[in-house]
């Protein structure tokens, strides 16, 4: 199924992705959250499938390359003590996209990490 819906694959991020939607803002262990694997695309859903509209909005748009899975937790987690701190940016509604390749060894990935975000108001 994730071969034939990386077909439809038509815009930024390329290729098969995974959302994550409906974060508690707390981003606290343990709460839920609506996570999809698929694709961005201006295509109709396959049958079968389930489409999430994502609304146009500024987003921010991270790259690692390194050890898997290691760079992409540090990715993470570099994002939210070092990046929002020190931008007039906060986090808005929206989902989180999450694009990783692996290489051909599995022992390492790139990866693009997009945030919908917002200006702080001052």
Do not use: H
């Amino acid at each position: 199924m994730l071969g034939r819906l990386e077909k439809l694959s038509d815009q930024e991020p390329q290729g098969i992705v995974a959302v994550c939607d409906d974060l508690d803002p707390s981003r606290a262990e343990g709460t839920e959250l609506d996570y999809y694997q698929g694709v961005v695309t201006s295509a109709a859903a396959p049958e079968g499938t389930t489409a999430l509209a994502v609304p146009a909005g500024c987003w921010a748009v991270f790259t690692v390359s390194g050890p898997a899975p290691r760079a992409v937790q540090e990715l993470w987690r570099d994002v939210f003590t070092q990046w929002f701190p020190s931008n007039p940016y906060r986090s808005r509604p929206g989902p989180e996209i999450l694009r990783t390749r692996p290489f051909a060894d599995g022992a390492q990935a790139d990866a693009e990490l997009w945030l919908p975000v917002e200006r702080e108001r001052g």
